[in-house]
């Protein structure tokens, strides 16, 4: 079966140091990825999605980047972090066929301090 | 960007009352989806329902769909305690050749025992 893991679940980080998100999906082949971030009590903000290895898409202009060395494996990085970037962070994928439900990972909590 | 609105922004019902929450969209669709999210956690696919569809039943759950009103609602039957959380509906669509998950705002759902 398909299985989707996220780490770390949470992260207390300094202004300006780097982050790395990870996240990896088993179980299943050339899945689309995506990184979504959600503010308290608010929506999925869709940050970048990848429909394969080394093609990244991104959604809004930010501090943060994505990678996809591996098939299955999608990296969140940033070089420096700001305040704003606090807020809690959310993998997904999908089959990569339209009319197929998205299975998400248990998220990474980052507060920036 | 967010897809639309979500009505109410928050409810709150006895145990045993359904529960009935409103999504409205604004673009062109291939499905819609409906999520779950308990506090903290990731979010929990639902159920999907095309848009040459109007009506479908997962188990306690109804969602219908109207695309000349861009609006779908769920409605949860006999509402439990472990229901409460929040519920987000999502639009999937290839925009600009590439697939993608639009969320709304979300329902915060509390069921009182």
């Known amino acids: 079966s398909q299985t989707i893991h996220q780490w770390p679940a949470t992260l207390v980080q300094p202004v300006g140091s780097p982050l790395s998100l990870e996240c990896t999906v088993e179980?299943?082949?050339?899945?689309?990825l995506y990184w979504y971030r959600q503010a308290a009590g608010r929506g999925l903000q869709l940050l970048f999605y990848?429909?394969?290895?080394?093609?990244i898409s991104s959604e809004v202009p930010q501090n943060l980047s994505a990678s996809r060395p591996q098939d299955r494996q999608f990296i969140l990085s940033s070089k420096k972090l700001l305040l704003s970037d606090s807020g809690f962070y959310l993998c997904?994928?999908?089959?990569?066929?339209?009319?197929?439900?998205?299975?998400f990972g248990s998220g990474t909590r980052l507060t920036v301090v | 960007s967010q897809q639309g609105e979500e009505d109410p922004q928050a409810l709150s019902i006895q145990e045993g009352e359904n529960a009935t929450m409103n999504c409205s969209y604004k673009t062109s669709i291939n499905n819609l989806q409906w999520y779950r999210q308990n506090s903290g956690r990731g979010l929990v696919h639902l159920i999907l329902i095309r848009s040459n569809e109007r009506e479908k039943h997962s188990g306690r759950l109804r969602v219908t769909l109207d695309t000349s009103k861009k609006s779908s609602s769920l409605l949860i039957t006999a509402s439990r305690a472990a229901d409460t959380a929040s519920y987000f509906c999502?639009?999937?669509?290839?925009?600009?050749?590439?697939?993608?998950?639009?969320f709304g705002q979300g329902t915060r759902l509390t069921i009182n025992p």
């Open positions: 179980g299943t082949s050339n899945p689309n």
């Open positions: 990848s429909v394969g290895i080394g093609q």
């Open positions: 997904a994928w999908t089959v990569g066929v339209i009319g197929y439900g998205y299975t």
């Open positions: 999502a639009t999937d669509a290839f925009v600009q050749g590439a697939q993608k998950l639009v």
